[in-house]
């Protein structure tokens, strides 16, 4: 008896799977796009207010995330408990799983929730990227200490990478971006398809331009890359920016 009442939850545990996989999916969709917006604002500093509720937000966002995924692999459990006959008072059981797994994640720091958590890292490291000159630090140096974080000093947290906005190809910025899907290399699309159409001659086999890459490229592996486009384009904003702040500064110092 107990095992037919139990297979009889087996239709609604594989519905609510269905729900939470479409949940997860559609928290990930929120957390693609959520690095774009960072850097954005980051560009502002009359919204400065805002980035930091979108870091909240994007917090927020990982931590309910989790437990979707504590609900999501508790289901699983229970759903293979049914299958083998082995599960006995199944909503109890589940509720106690996911519970067990939603303290675990409760009990760590936020150093240990969000610090390698790639969704989170691109967020922190394209507001860098505005921000700053150079590589973003790892997530470990930026979020404060709490008890509890001295078990991890002696792990390596990378930290963000930074964009090459200059063409391999001409050594300038950019233009009109494309990239190659075998190496992840960005190209401006002119230079790279006249560096194909002019080395094809040669070679079937056409080595990718970038130093030391070892992969091939071809016009069959490159893909537009409109989000780069911004990226180039924000970048260029960002060193006008800074040259408007050079000339002011040189101006202020001849006029005292």
Same mark, same amino acid.
């Given at each position: 008896m107990s095992r037919a009442i139990d297979a009889a939850h087996a239709p609604r545990v594989r519905q609510q799977l269905a729900q939470h996989r479409a949940a997860l999916q559609h928290m990930e969709d929120v957390l693609a796009r959520m690095p774009e917006v960072g850097a954005e604002l980051a560009e502002h500093a009359s919204e400065a207010a805002r980035l930091?509720?979108?870091d909240k937000m994007a917090r927020a966002l990982l931590d309910l995330r989790q437990q979707t995924q504590a609900r999501e692999g508790a289901l699983l459990r229970v759903q293979e408990q049914i299958a083998?006959?082995?599960g006995e008072d199944v909503p109890r059981t589940y509720e106690q799983d996911v519970r067990a797994r939603s303290d675990a994640y409760e009990a760590r720091t936020a150093r240990q929730k969000y610090a390698k958590d790639t969704a989170y890292v691109e967020f922190r490291a394209r507001i860098w990227e505005v921000q700053h000159d150079g590589a973003m630090p790892p997530l470990t140096d930026m979020i404060p200490a709490e008890p509890g974080d001295e078990a991890d000093d002696d792990e390596l947290v990378?930290?963000?990478?930074?964009q090459q906005f200059r063409c391999p190809l001409t050594a300038l910025l950019l233009e009109d971006p494309v990239v190659s899907s075998a190496c992840g290399h960005a190209f401006s699309r002119a230079a790279i398809y006249t560096y194909l159409q002019e080395r094809r001659v040669e070679t079937? !086999? @056409?080595p990718c331009p970038a130093a030391g890459c070892p992969e091939r490229v071809s016009e069959r592996l490159l893909?537009?890359?409109?989000e780069l486009a911004r990226r180039v384009?924000?970048?260029?904003?960002?060193l006008a920016r800074r040259e408007a702040q050079r000339r002011e500064a !040189? @101006?202020?110092t001849v006029l005292e």
């Open positions: 930091d509720g979108l083998t006959g082995n990378v930290g963000g990478t930074v079937r !086999h @056409v893909h537009d890359a409109p384009e924000r970048y260029q904003r960002q !040189h @101006v202020a």
